[in-house]
């Protein structure tokens, strides 16, 4: 069978970044002839793009494995390849430990997939786990599989140079690197042009992006110079596109969002005010156990910063309890934290112990499960709390709301997002997607607003 007819089915888990890469590896795959396909077992080919950050992500993939064992008893000629980090975290393991994997695939490796997948059809396995300095795949146009034409996701930078001690995602996607601007830019406005009206820009640490551009000639000194691109340049010249194109972005290092991308923030108004600024925990003793490099009081300092220059900003965070070693004491420190910040949105997860990472040689992972499951219950509720009453601050405001689709529920509302991220749900009337509209709120629940239009 030619090529061309060969058709791909891909899962992704894990975070934003994921699912980012696994419209590369369409466009990949499709650029040498194959199609996609929404059902395994139809495909010629199956591909699971893997989340390696908690064990539990790790236990879901091989859980998935196993229903693809199952529809590969009846193709034998389905080939089933594991990209991302856990083919990056497990290597030739994988293939040892998992019999019906035929290709393992690590994040830099994507433009090898093609001679991979010949390399399969001599009945080999086939292995690239190689990690890189430069890939960003900048050049590659992602396609936007199961997209609602309205939100996309734009890859800024690759990898990650914290060394936070719980975290494998250095391991797993290697050193930072930044995406050239240009074609950052181009991207978000062939978006723009084909209807897309917000983007998000991704990276471990967007506050660190800096992409040096090629020499340009600087005519006051008379010689050629480089220019340093920001993310506070970065994010500015995306809003320039169009005011009709909405710019979000995540995630946020404390140790690194500085006041000129706040200031940006506050000049145009297409760019969302809200910020992951992801805390992890509020105990400075455990904070520097896991090397954020920042205290209690400096991340306080920042959400000060953030307040005073973004009034309306909305603020979400990620937070790990039971780290090693944590006391009732640190724990107490997380939750006054919490209530301190008011998020918005809170993540949370109790820690599991990565395999490799600095935590894991370094420190006893101490903290008894069960205790670890009742400090996150404690979490969730004082979060539960502040979400109600940060919904519940709304009621009575009016919110420019980008319309994203049919409410799941009723066919006779719409939804859609106001700038900090929350969902809206009003009356469809004559309003479709893609649209702006003015939306006051009447009432909402701990997840969701509901309101009415208040512009025609
Ligand atoms: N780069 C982002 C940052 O620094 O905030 C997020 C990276 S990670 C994909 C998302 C979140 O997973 C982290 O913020 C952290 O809360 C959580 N996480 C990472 N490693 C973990 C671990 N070993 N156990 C539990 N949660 C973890
Ligand atoms: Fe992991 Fe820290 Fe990098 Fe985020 S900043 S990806 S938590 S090492």
Known sequence: MPA????????????????????VVASILMEKGFDATDNAEEADLVFINTCS?????????????????????????????VLGCMAERLKEKLLQEEQLVDMVVGPDA???????????????????VLLSREETYADISPVRLNSNGVNAFVSIMR????????????????????????????????????????VTLLGQNVDSYQFI??????????????MAVSFAMLLEQIAQIDPLLRIRFSTSHPKDITDDVLYVMAKYDNICNYIHLPVQSGSNRILQLMNRTYSREWYMSKVNRIREILPDCGLSTDMICGFCSETEEDHQQSLSLMKWARYDLAYMYFYSERPGTLAARRFKDDVPEEVKK????????????????????????TFRVLIEGISKKNDQELYGRN?????????????????????????????????????G
């Open 53 to 81: 950050i908690r064990e539990k992500a790790e236990q879901t993939v091989r859980n998935r494995l196993n229903v693809f064992r199952h529809i590969k008893s009846k193709n034998n000629g389905l080939l089933v390849g």
């Open 213 to 226: 551009e090629s020499e340009q000639f600087n005519s006051e000194a008379g010689e050629a110079g480089h």
């Open 419 to 455: 700038d900090q991220n929350k969902v809206i749900i009003f009356q469809k009337n004559n309003h479709k997607k893609s649209d702006y509209v003015y939306v006051k709120v009447n009432s909402c629940t701990a997840a969701t607003l509901f309101g009415e239009v208040v512009n």
């Open 374 to 397: 009742r400090r996150l219950q404690e979490m969730i509720n004082v979060h539960r709390q502040q979400s109600l009453e940060s919904m519940q601050r709304d009621v009575g405001k």
């Open 4 to 23: 061309s007819k060969k058709r791909f089915y891909i899962e992704s888990y894990g975070c934003a970044m994921n699912f980012s890469d696994t419209e």
């Open 159 to 198: 990898g990650c140079n914290n060394m936070c001690s719980f975290c494998v995602v250095p391991f797993t996607r290697g050193r930072e690197r930044s995406r050239d601007a240009n074609s950052i830019i181009n991207e978000c406005r062939q978006l723009f042009e084909q209807g897309f009206r917000e």
């Open 110 to 128: 994507y433009r090898s997939l093609p001679a991979l997948i010949e390399e399969t059809k001599t009945g080999q396995k086939a292995v690239n």
